[in-house]
C-alpha cells in the first residue's frame, strides 16, 4: 500500500494535517502527516522595476510505509514492524520503550514521540477506516483531490514511479511506497 502525492495540485491548505491530527487526537507537536513548502530563486533590479525569479511548491507526506524502513531496521527492541498483508508500517506499543531510535532514522520524519504515553507513534493509514470500507482521513479531507491511497502496484501503473523531488530525501535510501506527480519546479 502507498500514496500518491499529486504535488501540482498541492496549495498547502493543511486540511490533511488538520485531518489526521483530529481523526487521531494528537497533541501539539505532534502531526503524523506534514505539509512542507519548498522555494527557490531570487529577486533582481531590471530597469526601474524587480524581477522575480521565485517559485514555491508545497508537498504533502507522512509515513511511506517504505519497502526498506529505516525505523524497523534500527528499532532495538523490533516495536516496529512491517504487516505482512499489505507492508503497512506499525508500531506494538508493548515492545515500545519511547527510546526514539525510528524517529532518528527514518528520512522523512514519520515517526513521532508521544510524551503523554512515553513511547512512538505514526501514521497508521488509518486501519480503522479502511476496514470500514472508507479513505484515510487525509485523503478525505484534501479539497483539491491531490491525495490519493491503495496498492503502490496500482498507483505506479497509473501515475508512474516518480518518488524524488527538490526537498525530499533520496528514494533510495529506504525505497517508500510514494507515488509524486510533480510540481513544474519540484522535478531534480
Known sequence: MGFYINN????????CVIAC???NNLDVGINFRRVYEYSE????????????NVQTFFTSISCNHCDEPKCIENCPTTAMYKREEDGVVLIDHDKCVGCRYCEWNCPYGAPQYNEKIGKMTKCDTCL?????GEEPACVAACPMRAIEF???SELRKKYGDTADIKGLPSS??????????AHKYASN
Not at 501540482?8 to 486540511?15: D, E, L, Q, R
Not at 480503522?128 to 470500514?132: I, V
Open 128 to 132: 480503522d477506516l479502511r476496514e470500514a
Open 8 to 15: 501540482k495540485y498541492c496549495t498547502g491548505c493543511n486540511a
Open 150 to 152: 491503495g496498492p503502490i
Open 172 to 181: 533510495n535510501i529506504t525505497k517508500p511506497n510514494l507515488v509524486i506527480d
Open 41 to 52: 530563486g531570487s529577486y533582481g533590479k531590471l530597469n526601474q522595476g524587480v524581477l522575480q
Open 21 to 23: 491530527k483530529d481523526k
